[in-house]
């Protein structure tokens, strides 16, 4: 437990304490009002009255000793609370709240439901008051879900609970099951036996999970709002039993999961090893005695030994191709189980590929006298599959099977399909394979004898290989056999990816494919560009349907680790599901907004947007607490997705098959240059609003939402290059001389190339290769003009220079706010576009009125 | 006149081939074993003078048929040169903790291979014989 929670169940305790004894105060002081004035109107009375202050007074102390009593039960179930920790300690903690609710509140009988999420019924779990059979009663009657919500009418409610009388009890003999305790007699007016009174327990994001009901009060009195108040206090305390029961629940999960896991990766990192340690020994024999043949052979150069040359040539030879083979098959089976293959997948006739196969296979089993046979078949079977790497399949089982069947026996192909499943069955007459090892057979390099490796050449990685890559497709491979007589081979496609439910392992996944390095440059840039306390990146858990913190900053660690959102749940939820980005300006009045880590929000706006690589949301990131502590606007949303879309194209770098890790290196270093770029442009307190002013001035002129974004990004990159023309450059006053004037014209470019690994739109690079051209033509570098310049860079240019001008430079006094206005009025239409400053100009009038630039004074 | 009697013991034909070639060359007499088990039968009908072991083998490895030779008294005496594809230094460690007395790893030189031979039995390195035709 935090100190934070500790010290609110403190207060919390206290407050109760504090409530029950002033309702006692209260009620005592009512008392002695009544006696004093009995006093003063019957002075005579003296001797009733010394009795009745003498009885009162006796009261007062049995009432203070019952109340200290009372707050005594109820700081150990508050004590209790913050102690839990186990579902077996939920119980003991449930049992003692409908005690101290019985105690407290005044009521014998006591019932507390909790609502089981699977089932969607309501489950007894305390009780107070109750004899073995009411229990057992109650337990056996499980409340749905729905009839629960048919009882929560506002006709009943009183506060946040819910009283029925007995006189309008509506639910007839539906309740026939559920336990009704004898009271006895009772007058009209008094508390009647089917009278209820319940309190809903709710989270505090409004769900329900289960409640709190209580009957046959002490006083027989129907309940008072002061009853009512009490029992929703202890109403919230089992809320929180449970909902830390449910945390410690999850987090159990999470450790399992996290040692499973682990488990698994060092299984993974088993066989890996085990698997270089076979292949390098399967690779250095036939390398062996390539390497001694030929040294043998040299020398015998010039003897006229041609037998023994002949020979030795022949082994040569054989043995090269043996190693060929066995590295083409290593390496095909490291790329089917690295993933990183691309499946190719169309609808195809499985019949049709099988007949190639054989067609293949054909010399190999002439060779060996063998037949080969496919069975009548239907004339299609349609699976939608990838073409060639079934075929492999099929070729591999058939040479598998052809190898291991004696001279003059039979091999034979037979396929069927059904609506879900296509199969493929390869039979053989060979030497079979006894029940031991038919598990193994599909193991790397496995061959039962290594005898029979000489008599059957081959690398042993043909099943390996056909197994992965029908497991790939979500499909099955098997093998019966019986020694002596033959094998049968079947493989299991699914006829539609549908059904093959293991595709995504091999798929683009960002877990497996971006590194750690990347992801914290991704949040690091984000963070930064963004100008945000609290930056986070999610990535989407697919098989679990479920987004985690992969990355963040601002953050505490276990909230790193330790949250898990489904898809659809919450605002990251919700932008993963719609692939949409989510501005949210009231966390507190949304309703995707979970309850969870509120307590992280400093501002109440978040933003938070998709990673998509090509339609597929493969993660989500999220920014919280400007620094500037003002809410996220549309403009920062349109900063923000033109952002994700180049993490992904980063992060897509960094995963593709056909590119080298030196192009996921210059994205990273992209990515670098981005955050140096913002931190500087932070240190000369442009503090991130150019992209603001130059998205206004933008929208102003009419551009698309597209244009709107390219806009932001670019107005927070362009100036990335000015960081390798070097410092000295800027702060030099003066004019520039000529080779520096060189330099500096350079920049453009220069971003240009940096920021080329993440950029995919044109427009982009255009942009800031263009900003300091001037529609004179006097610009650089190309000195293009008008409209020539994209509207873009005209844009990106009058932002800059006002930016420029009214920040100074360390050689240059800063311009005042109208003089830097007059400055490019008076420019305007030689070095900038008269439309943009124009624009500009009211953009940032309009801005300043509202405050939402901070403007260089207010900065 | 034989130089000695080598015995190769490798699962790998081509391998046994290739060193009953250079050694016969060299003017060893060679006998061969195809794995562990049928190494220890020709040892004891053989008495080689040195024995050249794979490590890999089915059956018996060379690491059990080196254990066997070295504590046998009657053939402790006998140089084993343990020849295998297992290049790392806790294999080779373990071959001379079994007794071997030299460790040669695969990929390796058929003249390299005999030198040690020759150098273990105390041999000079005779001429090469003219081979016959």
Known sequence: MTPSIELTWALCASGLLLWEATR????????????????????????????????????YRTELLASRKRAARLKKVLEIGTSINSNLALDKVLHEIVHAVSDAADFRIVLLRVLDERSGMFEARAFAGLDRDAIQKLE?????????????KDEFRVSRSYFIRQEVKFWGDKDKDSYVPDLGERKKGEWSAEDVLFVPLSTKDGSIIGYLSVDDPVDRRRPTAEVVEMLEILATQAVVALENSALYERLNESVRQLEEATERAEELNDLKSSFV????????????????????????????????????????????????????????????????????????????????AIGLL???????????????????????????????????????AIKFTPEGGDVVFRISGEARVAQVEVKDTGIGIAGEEIEKIFDKFYQIDSTLSREYPGVGLGLSIAKSIVEWHGGEIRAESEPGKGSRFTVELPVTPSDAGVITHATWSPTRSVSDHLTRLTVEM??????????????????????????????????????????????????????????????????????????????????????KVGDRVVGVININNKVSCTPF????????????DRVARAWQHASAVDTSSEQAEQASRAMAAIIDNARRARLKLTSGSMAAKAVATGRRLGISEEDVQVLAYVASVHDVGMAQIGTPVLHEPGKLDAETWALVAQHPARTVEIVKPIEFQEQAAEIILAHHERVDGRGYPRGLKGDQIPLGAR?????????SMTLGRPYRQAMSHEDALAELRRCSGSQFDPKVVDAFIQAIVAHEDTKLIPTPEAA | ?????????????????????????????????????????????????????????????????????????????????????????????????????????KPFSPRKLVERINQLLGQTVTERQTPST
């Open chain 1, 795 to 803: 844009i990106i240019g009058v932002v800059d220079a006002y930016e």
């Open chain 1, 140 to 152: 056996e009657y499980e409340v749905p879900k729905t009839e629960f919500e048919s009882w929560l």
């Open chain 2, 1 to 105: 006149m034989s130089k000695g009697k080598i015995l190769v013991v490798d699962d790998e034909i081509y391998i046994v081939h290739i060193l009953d070639f250079s050694l016969g060359m060299e003017g060893y007499e060679v006998v061969t074993a195809l794995d562990g088990e049928q190494a220890l039968e020709k040892l004891k009908v053989e008495k080689p003078d040195l024995i050249v072991l794979d490590i890999m083998m089915p059956k018996l490895d060379g690491y059990e048929v080196c254990k066997a030779i070295k504590s046998d008294p009657e053939t402790r005496q006998i140089p084993v040169i343990l020849l295998s594809a297992k290049g790392r230094n806790v294999d080779q460690k373990m071959g001379f903790d079994v007794g071997a007395d030299d460790y040669i790893t």
């Open chain 1, 277 to 356: 340690s076979i292949v390098s020994h399967e690779l250095k024999t036939p390398l062996t005695i390539v390497l001694s043949h030929v040294e043998a052979l040299l020398e015998n150069v010039g003897t006229s030994n041609t037998t023994m040359q002949r020979d030795f040539l022949t082994v040569t030879h054989e043995q090269s191709l043996k190693l060929k083979r066995l590295i083409e098959s290593v390496l095909e089976l490291s790329q089917l189980e690295s993933g990183r293959v691309r499946m190719h997948r169309e609808p195809f006739n499985l019949v049709e590929v099988v007949d190639e």
């Open chain 1, 24 to 59: 006692r105060r209260r009620s005592l002081r009512g008392e002695v009002r009544s006696l004093k004035s009995a006093y003063e109107s019957a002075a005579t009375r003296n001797e009733q009255l010394t009795h009745a202050a003498d009885e009162m007074g006796r009261l």
């Open chain 1, 633 to 644: 606007t549309e403009d920062d949303q349109a900063l923000l997705t033109s952002l994700a």
């Open chain 1, 526 to 611: 984000v963070a930064e560009v963004m100008n945000a306390r609290m930056a986070s990146l999610m990535l989407v858990d697919e098989e679990r349907e479920e987004l985690y913190i992969k990355a963040a900053r601002g953050l505490r660690e276990e909230v790193v680790c330790g949250t898990r959102i489904r898809m659809g749940e919450s605002v990251a939820g919700w932008v993963a599901e719609h692939g949409t980005a989510l501005l949210v300006t009231d966390i507190e009045s949304d309703p995707r907004f979970g309850r969870q880590n509120g307590h992280q929000y400093e501002t109440k706006s978040l933003l938070s947007v998709p990673v």
């Open chain 1, 362 to 400: 054909h010399e190999m089993a002439a060779e060996r006298r063998i037949t080969l046979r496919a069975e009548p078949a239907p004339r299609e079977v349609v699976v939608e599959a990838d073409r060639t790497l079934v075929r492999r399949v099929v070729l591999n089982l058939g040479q598998n």
